[in-house]
T-cell receptor, first 109, second 115 residues
Framework: KNEVEQSPQNLTAQEGEFITINCSYS?????LHWLQQHPGGGIVSLFM???GKKKHGRLIATINIQEKHSSLHITASHPRDSAVYIC???????????FGTGTSLTVIP | DSGVTQTPKHLITATGQRVTLRCSPR?????VYWYQQSLDQGLQFLIQ???????AKGNILERFSAQQFPDLHSELNLSSLELGDSALYFC??????????????FGQGTRLTVV
């Protein structure tokens, strides 16, 4: 049983398309993170949120605590957005992180 | 550059051996987190230290241990290594204990290969 489910697992888009990656979780959380992992392996934290919506440039993250669901949107996608996007939640109980299996995004020029 | 330094970047060792992975957090960060990323398990949280004390424990095997030193760097010790321990090991740091307003910064990882 996975505490965090992401969809889709793989996503291919044309440059310029609007992209949505979804994350659902089953535990009570104090925070949710969206991480980006590039082919070289390095991980970057994109967003950390506990309610509402955050925006950085072309990236938007939303969370609905009641529905235990978060979405990551990329507007005007670009080939450099190609990466694996991972949803991670910090559970209230045990102060422990649970991770989704990631969404592999490929943006084609 | 996140400011989090992990060494070594790559490590190849034989089964049964013991290795130590090192993490230097960003200047001023008191919390250090260790994660394991393997092909079949994805990312898994191992353990967290805050200002030298263990704060949270995840799926960390008994063969693994960690500590955070007074200068706040941390070491992850892996012993009696098995082939299945081959993975990327990430360290992250944050100013405080993770919560809604505390961002974590990740190191580049140590790729461990057990042969």
């Amino acid at each position: 049983k996975n505490e965090v489910e992401q969809s889709p697992q793989n996503l291919t888009a044309q440059e310029g398309e609007f992209i949505t990656i979804n994350c659902s979780y089953s535990v009570g959380i104090s925070a949710l993170h969206w991480l980006q992992q590039h082919p070289g392996g390095g991980i970057v934290s994109l967003f950390m949120l506990s309610s509402g919506k955050k925006k950085h440039g072309r990236l938007i993250a939303t969370i609905n605590i009641q529905e235990k669901h978060s979405s990551l949107h990329i507007t005007a996608s670009h080939p450099r957005d190609s990466a694996v996007y991972i949803c991670a939640v910090l559970a209230y109980t045990g102060n422990q992180f649970y991770f989704g299996t990631g969404t592999s995004l490929t943006v084609i020029p | 550059d996140s400011g989090v330094t992990q060494t070594p970047k790559h490590l190849i060792t034989a089964t049964g051996q013991r290795v130590t992975l090192r993490c230097s957090p960003r200047s001023g960060d008191l919390s250090v987190y260790w994660y394991q990323q393997s092909l079949d398990q994805g990312l898994q949280f191992l353990i967290q230290y805050y200002n030298g004390e263990e704060r949270a424990k995840g799926n960390i095997l008994e063969r693994f241990s960690a500590q955070q030193f007074p200068d706040l760097h941390s070491e992850l010790n892996l012993s009696s290594l098995e082939l299945g321990d081959s993975a990327l090991y990430f360290c992250a740091s944050s100013v405080a204990v993770q919560g809604a307003d505390t961002e974590a910064f990740f190191g580049q990882g140590t790729r461990l290969t057990v042969v």
